[in-house]
């Protein structure tokens, strides 16, 4: 049992950034598609960590550095208790003090557009993080636990007890994978209102763990839509497989088509999706149960 | 009783060094009769005194006396109402006492495993405060030079305070409990009321006529069970189950629980208490005052479980933690945001208490733990970096880690220990999150997410201020005396032991609680392999700042400026303008007034929780009689 | 793998008429779509790699230039963009432009035209990329050597220490107002000059011609 945790785990650690930076690549060149044009090559994600790598590293101070470093392996973490079948409140805590060492980098530089991203970045935080209490809390009514590892042998899909959780969870994921209208903490580097936000005082190496982090947070992300549509049945996984295309080209897709909002938009809308269908949701599971 | 006496007997020396003494002396004693408690199976000892008589009419004595005291500083200072109120609580009690309605022959004090965990808050954070004051005083009075110095008659508040929590928490007898409870809401009054401007006045008649209401509530509750249902004591109410019958006074006591423990309606006045001086709002936020009210919702929440009453106190705490979270957001001086987490917390401790669930009553009294320990740091904290840099404002505390890096780093811990991953104040939402979800209650549970998402935001960007690093600034005298450090060091340790500890804790201190309030035994309520992760997740976070030392990481980094779209001026904080004239540059905090302000949601949260208030009041008492 | 395979570009306007920044804009739109080469138009120099520099520079601008070379991490290369870029182009002779971009700090490429075409400048960044590489190289060495720990956070662009003026600033704080005027008296007391911000000698590319004053580049203020 240790030994599949373990093993589990370990892959996960090898192979997420490998997933990520690969379904990033896909983005970009998806992105240049709709937009009409050819698009870096699939694997140029790879190219820039590895250029960032090679770069000499600037800092503002030496803090930076270690939160930088905290994040990442905060983020590692995370995503190894998910996929090692762990807690998945304990999955969703162990994230919001991954993203909060992330803030505390760019708070510790006291440049103002770091400043400026890591307030929006809290602010994003704010919005999400009841979604993502929620969907524990909703994978607990659909089979009665907490735990990834009973979660993945339920007799029917938890999308059958929660299409509210997952509607409000594919809405928060916009915020989540930092995609427009919602990318207000950084953007991508052609919209370049606040610069890059919360990490425009990162460089070079700090810049490529980053980078990294969201690889691992990415494939987390995408691991959880699967557990939607998981079940005992070995064939659920190919469903659970074309789910998480499905809502991968369906971000990319709202990324390219709305403008960026203010953020109180942006708080009101999300907490109204998330209390909307959600909140409904978890009403009507508690009155059947 | 001998804790008491000898507590009043320590109130009056005033110099610090025998405050130190008698202050320690007072916390020895409350371990060890807490680890005997705790180290001896037999968990609750009920203790009939036998010359209860004497006791009995010193304690009528004090009733008369508040009372009194009462009344006088009411005229004085044109409250005619708050007499009013301190009548109606004791007239009736004093007269049933006096007729021989009262019921006889019951056991006065109780000693178990609550008891005991609550000596230690008390003992131990308690009295580190008073040890704070002791050095805070003369500071205090430093800067605030139209203020009269009566620091003694301060600090001998504070130990009659401690005094009386002690009693409240012994006494078993309701009378007694009454008696404890008008001398912990005078104290309060008189503590607010320190200063003796304008302001603080008000606030503190405020503070009196709230928590008096809560005195009338509980005395009407007493009164209740002595003539009809012929108990005078909480255990025997506890133990009786819930019934119809019991429920009246359940209500009541549950009622005066949420004056004390500051629940909307009734949170302005631990709002007003911000004015006193940081001590005393330490004592009332963190270790006592507030702490009364939980205590009493805890001790009654098996009876809770499943009635109305249980329903409208956790709705009524779920509310409060969320309202008060989103206002926590738009306030920026230091003591307010505290203020304001602290209503915010109680909320969550009074909603998991009113479930009634063993998870609920378990996440509950961990909070309580933890809480007590972090807020009392923090208050104090934020009372030394006042005095450091005469302010408190959130703003003020930009780059704290330069300028103060000692009470800034604790200051980190301390806010960590409220709302981060792997310390203890999580650990307990967690299992609130559980017991919410296993009761059934959709609305705590949209409460609690909503309430948490609000709380990470305010304390984050606290946080951040305090970690922001401007160059070129240096090092602000650190001039927090040594009996300030005495009391905030064991409190920063306590923080990060109790983080590695709270499996030893769970297993030794809150579940016997569980057994003795639910009798019989009760299962481990957090998991083994959950422990262990948490485990992985405090080690990795003192690991972190560690490993990355070893590695080195960074060492071969280049220092640069912080980007200002390329006319920094050289120290982060200023910028060349297009004029060639150097510009200073700020980045304040988002509050967010506009959306969460106080004007805008204060007055209709308050309005909704007095009509929940009311309608459990009506509902349950006026139903059942 | 190549770092030549995500050049990051920055753009400053030093003081062009605009026709060159249009030019550099219009090459990274969607139609001479220079992504697919893995170029992507930072607007930030702690994360570029390549700075184009359109317009020559004026008094104003130079310290702006210099401060954003010395927060672009190397190995980074310079590319001057434009005739004016180059070597001052046709306001050479104004009372306010010091030259080209080459008189504040060292340029690799030099690519010129009034206004430049896009695919001589994306040419330009490629012959560039080849620069970075060669100087990512010579990173190495130097970083056994210790050179880049030179401390650039205490570079304070001061214009003068006259036209400060404490009673129209604007301060939000009244403690970062005495932190502040620690700093200064701080700064006073031990000011020391700049140190370089970079080696000197950068190789020419073959693309455009060397302009005309070429010694003084690398001199700082």
């Known amino acids: 049992m240790t030994v599949t945790i373990i093993v589990k785990a370990i892959l996960y650690i090898i192979l997420a950034p490998l997933i990520g930076g690969t379904l990033s690549g896909l983005d970009r060149v998806f992105s240049a598609r709709m937009q009409g044009r050819q698009g870096p090559p699939l694997f140029q994600p790879f190219y820039d960590v590895f250029k960032l790598l090679n770069k000499q590293t600037t800092v503002v101070n030496s803090i930076q550095v270690l939160f930088v470093t905290g994040y990442l392996i905060m983020t590692v973490f995370t995503g190894a208790l998910f996929f090692a079948g762990g807690d998945m409140l304990l999955v969703f805590f162990a994230l919001s003090m991954s993203e909060v060492l992330m803030v505390m980098a760019a708070f510790s530089t006291n440049g103002p557009y770091s400043i400026m991203g890591a307030q929006r970045e809290l602010c994003q935080m704010m919005c999400y993080e009841p979604m993502t209490l929620l969907v524990a809390i909703g994978f607990y009514y659909a089979n009665g636990s907490f735990m990834v590892n009973d979660l993945i042998q339920a007799e029917k899909p938890a999308i059958m007890y929660i299409p509210g959780f997952f509607i409000g969870f594919v809405f928060i994921l916009i915020i989540k994978l930092r995609k427009s209208p919602f990318d207000l903490a950084t953007s991508h580097h052609m919209h370049q209102e606040m610069v890059k936000g919360l990490t425009t005082d990162l460089s070079g190496g700090n810049l490529a763990l980053v980078e990294l982090a969201e690889w691992y947070d990415l494939v987390l992300m995408m691991g959880i839509v699967g557990m939607f549509f998981i079940t005992a049945n070995p064939i659920s996984r190919l469903w659970a497989i074309i789910a998480v295309s499905c809502v991968f080209f369906l971000e990319t897709l709202i990324d390219n088509l709305f403008p960026r909002v203010k953020y109180i938009t942006m708080l009101k809308v999300t907490w109204t999706v998330i209390l909307v269908f959600a909140g409904t949701n978890l009403l009507i599971l508690n009155v059947l149960k | 009783m001998a804790i008491i006496i000898g507590l009043l007997k320590y109130a009056s020396p005033f110099r610090s060094a025998v405050i130190m003494l008698g202050g320690f002396t007072i916390m020895a004693a409350a371990i060890y009769v807490a680890v005997n408690v705790l180290m001896s199976g037999d968990t609750s000892q009920f203790m009939y005194l036998e010359d209860a008589e004497i006791p009995n009419h010193f304690i009528m004595a004090g009733e008369v006396f508040l009372m009194c005291l009462v009344c006088f500083l009411s005229i004085k200072y044109k409250k005619y109402y708050a007499i009013l109120i301190s009548l109606v609580g004791t007239i009736p009690v004093l007269w049933m006492d006096l007729s021989g309605n009262a019921v006889e022959g019951s056991t006065h004090l109780r000693i178990d495993t609550f008891a005991a965990v609550m000596y230690l808050i008390v003992g131990i954070v308690g009295i580190l405060i008073c040890i704070y004051a002791s050095g805070y005083m003369k500071d205090y009075h430093h800067h605030h030079t139209d203020v009269v110095d009566r620091s003694n008659y301060f600090l001998a508040l504070m130990f009659v305070f401690l005094g009386a929590m002690f009693g409240l928490i012994s006494s078993d007898n309701l009378g007694w409990i009454y008696f404890f409870w008008e001398i912990t809401s005078v104290c309060s009054f008189l503590m607010i009321g320190y200063t003796r401007t304008e302001e603080a006045v008000n606030n503190s008649f405020r503070a009196l006529w709230m928590n008096l209401l809560g005195g009338v509530g509980f005395a009407a509750g007493l009164m209740y069970t002595n003539m009809y249902l012929n108990m005078s004591n909480l255990s025997e109410i506890t133990a009786a189950g819930a019934s119809e019958v019991i429920i009246i006074p359940v209500t009541l006591f549950a009622f005066a629980a949420l004056t004390k423990s500051a629940q909307f309606p009734f949170s302005r006045w631990l709002l007003g208490a911000m004015v006193a001086p940081t001590p005393s709002s330490a004592l009332l936020h963190s270790a006592t005052m507030v702490k009364i009210g939980v205590y009493m919702l805890i001790r009654l929440s098996p009876v809770m479980q499943g009635t109305l009453t249980g329903v409208m106190i956790t709705v009524i705490g779920g509310f409060t933690f969320f309202a008060a979270s989103l206002l926590a957001i738009t306030v920026s001086d230091g003591k307010k945001v505290l203020a304001y987490s602290t209503i915010s917390n109680l909320g969550l401790i009074t909603a998991c208490a009113g479930t009634g669930t063993q998870e609920g009553v378990w996440a509950a009294v961990m909070l309580v733990l933890f809480h007590a320990v972090s807020k009392s740091l923090l208050f104090q904290t934020v009372g030394d970096i006042e005095n450091c840099m005469h302010s408190r404002d959130i703003e003020d505390m930009h780059g704290l880690i330069i300028k103060l890096p000692r009470l800034a780093f604790i200051m980190i811990i301390g806010i960590c220990g409220m709302f981060m991953a792997p310390f203890g104040m999580l650990v307990s939402k967690w299992a609130a999150l559980k017991s919410f979800v296993e009761s059934g209650s959709v609305w705590l549970v949209l409460f609690l997410v909503f309430g948490s998402g609000s709380t990470l935001f305010y304390w984050a960007k606290w946080l951040g201020k305090i970690c922001a690093v401007i160059h070129q600034s240096f090092e602000l005298e650190d001039i927090t005396p040594r009996s300030e450090m005495v009391s905030i060091i064991p409190l920063t340790t306590m923080i990060v032991i109790m983080c590695f500890a709270f499996p030893w804790m769970s297993g030794n201190m809150v579940q016997p609680i569980l057994s003795e309030a639910f009798e019989g035994t009760i299962e481990n309520v957090i998991g083994g392999s959950d422990v262990i992760i948490m485990m992985i997740m405090v080690a990795m976070v003192f690991m972190i700042p560690i490993g990355s030392r070893i590695l080195s990481i960074g060492k071969n980094s280049k220092m640069t400026m912080s980007y200002v779209a390329g006319v920094n001026a050289g120290d982060d904080r200023h910028y060349i303008d297009s004029f060639g004239k150097e510009r200073a540059l700020y980045m304040s905090n988002w509050y967010m007034e506009d959306y969460f302000g106080e004007k805008k949601l204060l007055w209709p949260s308050i309005i909704v929780a007095a009509v929940l208030v009311a309608v459990m009041l009506i509902v349950v008492v006026g139903g059942n009689i | ?221």
């Open chain 3, 1 to 221: 793998m190549k770092i030549s395979k995500s050049p990051w570009v920055l753009h400053y306007d030093g003081s062009s008429c605009n026709g060159c920044d249009i030019e550099v804009l219009a090459t990274m739109t969607p139609l001479y779509d220079v992504e697919r080469f893995g170029i992507i138009n930072t607007g930030n120099p702690k994360h570029a790699d390549v700075l184009l520099l359109t317009g020559g520079v004026n008094a104003q601008t130079a310290p702006v230039i210099r401060q954003l070379y010395n927060m672009m991490p190397d190995p980074k290369v310079v590319v001057a963009c434009g005739i004016c870029a180059c070597d001052g182009g046709i306001f050479k002779e104004c009372y306010n432009i010091l030259g080209g971009a080459d008189k504040v700090v060292p340029v690799d490429v030099y690519v010129p035209g009034c206004a430049v075409r896009p695919e001589a400048l994306i040419e330009g960044v490629v012959k560039a990329v080849g620069i970075l590489e060669e100087k990512k190289k010579k990173l190495k060495e130097s970083m056994k050597a210790g050179y880049c720990t030179v401390d650039y956070s205490k570079i304070a662009i001061h214009m003068t220490a006259d036209d400060y003026d404490p009673t129209n600033q604007y301060d939000a704080v009244l403690t970062e107002e005495a932190l502040r005027q620690q700093a200064e008296e701080k700064i006073k007391a031990t000011a020391k000059p700049a140190p370089k911000p970079a080696p000197a000698a950068a190789p020419k590319a073959p693309v455009a011609a060397p302009a005309a004053d070429n010694t003084k580049k690398g001199e700082n203020a």
